[in-house]
Nanobody, 114 residues
């Protein structure tokens, strides 16, 4: 069974940094595309950053502050989040796909205090 497991969330003060990780297991295949989404309270899930076709893409709200990366040898993806703001508070979800099969992690809470 393919699983995506996030880690690295927590509570941080505004201006601080966190690094999220997403590890894929249960498959010998490397995820084709991977992405980070987040869901803030009372909001829809939104795309934060993605690696699609080897290119990094970012939401305007996080450009210059967040960096997405992946380590294929470990089938793992990262999200380095710097200069965090209270509005970054959300549950962050990892997404990946292998062909038409899509997978989601269980989410990790990121809370930024002002």
């Amino acid at each position: 069974q393919v699983q995506l497991v996030e880690s690295g969330g927590g509570l941080v003060q505004a201006g601080g940094s966190l690094r999220l990780s997403c590890a894929a297991s249960g498959t010998r295949f490397i995820m084709h595309n991977m992405a980070w989404y987040r869901q803030r309270p009372e909001n829809q899930r939104e795309l934060v950053a993605a690696i699609i076709g080897g290119r990094n893409n970012y939401a305007d709200s996080v450009k210059g502050r967040f960096t997405i990366a992946r380590e294929n040898a470990k089938n793992t993806m990262y999200l380095q989040m710097n200069a965090l703001k209270p509005e970054d508070t959300a549950v962050y979800y990892c997404y990946g796909n292998i062909g038409s099969q899509t997978y989601w992690g269980q989410g990790t809470q990121v809370s930024v205090s002002s």
